[in-house]
Structure formats: C-alpha cells, structure tokens
C-alpha cells in the first residue's frame, strides 16, 4: 500500500458560467493545464495513489483518469494513507477549500499539504490568495525524480 494520496481538485470539463463571463479563456487554460497534469501523473502515480475530485461535475478528457480513483467529495477519500497532498484547480480556491473541508475531520488533520508546482492560479489571482484562507496549509512541489518536497516553494512571509 501506499503512503500518500494526491487529491486532482476540481478538473471540470467546463467551467460555471459565471467564471467564462468573468474569464472568456478560463476553459481553454484550465484545459491546457490538464494536458501538463495528465503528463505529470504517471509519475505521481509512482510515489501516491491518487483521486479525483469532482464534485459531481463532468471532468476533463485530457487527463486519464483509469488508472485511479474518481470520488465526489474529499471526504470520500479513505483514511488509509499518512499524508493527503492536494493539486488542481485553482490554488487558494478550491485547493484550499478541499483541505479546509479536510482538516476539519480529525483523522485527515496535520495530514494536508498543497501542491504548488501542480496547482493552478485563478485567473487574475496572485500566490498571496492563499493568505485569505482561514488555515494555512504547507506548500510542497512534486519532483518526477525526487516526489514531494518543500524546497522552492514560497513561505507564508513571501506572499
């Protein structure tokens, strides 16, 4: 078995219509981070199980998703694994969402990181979104080579 979940947040086919109307490209750059994500997942896929959350919505074509485990809710995710590293869309949005929702279950609290260098920013947002949350969670990057580290991620003092 292994030790770590890697929770994809919300990679939605299509976007709520409110966000295109804000952000007339939002579709096609959420797509073309899929494509750098699927890229990226066969060697998550060596170090992780992952899990993709939805929320009941369609998810995008251009990240295979066979190979893992499609659940709903965050909370879906078993109780199993000794870290929970998030990525996805949209850092400081969903991202942080999903760990806040998390951590409020005592068995995924001190368990949560995000992952910086697989998360995608809201467009118009700058990194220091993350500060309007109400917890902090670390930041790590994710390494084909090396797997999750906290080297060059920023420190809550840099945003």
């Not at 969903?94 to 806040?100: E, G, I, L, N, S």
């Not at 917890?135 to 003092?157: A, D, I, Q």
Request: charge should be neutral; hydrophobic fraction near 35%; aromatic fraction near 14%.
């Amino acid at each position: 078995m292994k030790k770590y979940a890697v929770i994809l947040s919300d990679a939605w086919a299509e976007s709520f219509d409110y966000d295109v109307q804000l952000h007339p490209n939002i579709d096609a750059d959420n797509y073309a981070f899929g494509v750098y994500l699927n890229n990226v997942l066969p060697y998550v896929r060596q170090y992780a199980h992952i899990y993709h959350v939805g929320e009941g919505k369609p998810l995008m074509d251009c990240i295979d998703v066979t190979p893992d485990k499609v659940v709903n809710e965050c909370v879906n995710i078993p109780n199993c694994y000794e870290h929970y590293y998030i990525c996805g869309f949209h850092l400081g949005r969903c991202t942080h969402k999903k760990a806040f929702t998390m951590s409020q279950h005592k068995h995924f609290e001190n368990k949560i990181s995000i992952i910086y260098n697989l998360s995608m920013l809201y467009p118009g947002d700058k990194p220091n979104r993350m500060l309007q949350n109400l917890e902090w969670y670390p930041l790590v990057n994710f390494y084909k080579n090396r797997g999750f580290v906290c080297s060059g991620v920023p420190t809550r003092e840099q945003l």
